[in-house]
Nanobody, 121 residues
Framework: QVQFVESGGGLVQPGGSLRLSCVVS??????????MGWYRQPPGKQREWVAA?????????TRSPPVRGRFFISRDNAKNTVYLQMNNLKVEDTGVYYC???????????WGQGTQVTVSS
């Protein structure tokens, strides 16, 4: 059984920054934090992926809407933790942010509670 615990969200003004964390707990994951990504669910919309690690471990970012240059995904394998540094936040970045496995090679696990990010003046 694996659990994702997201944290670090909050209310921030446009242009502000937040750093999200996702701690993976449990045993026999069948994956590592290198196989994970961040997703978000804007109000009234479906969940979408935002940032992840490719099969080669390279960070990749959604183009719709574009976050490259503002969002940065990183990981700490020893801590089983994935981070998302978000800079120059925009109102359209508002949503609940989740972490989970990413890519076709890994089935999505049960979603955690997520962490709410609200960007508003």
């Amino acid at each position: 059984q694996v659990q994702f615990v997201e944290s670090g969200g909050g209310l921030v003004q446009p242009g502000g920054s937040l750093r999200l964390s996702c701690v993976v707990s449990g045993s026999n994951f069948g994956f590592t934090v290198s196989d994970m990504g961040w997703y978000r669910q804007p109000p009234g919309k479906q969940r979408e992926w935002v940032a992840a690690f490719s099969e080669t471990g390279t960070p990749i970012y959604t183009r719709s809407p574009p976050v490259r240059g503002r969002f940065f995904i990183s990981r700490d394998n020893a801590k089983n933790t994935v981070y998302l540094q978000m800079n120059n936040l925009k109102v359209e970045d508002t949503g609940v942010y989740y972490c989970n496995t990413f890519g076709a090679n890994f089935a999505r696990r049960d979603w955690g509670q997520g962490t709410q990010v609200t960007v508003s003046s």
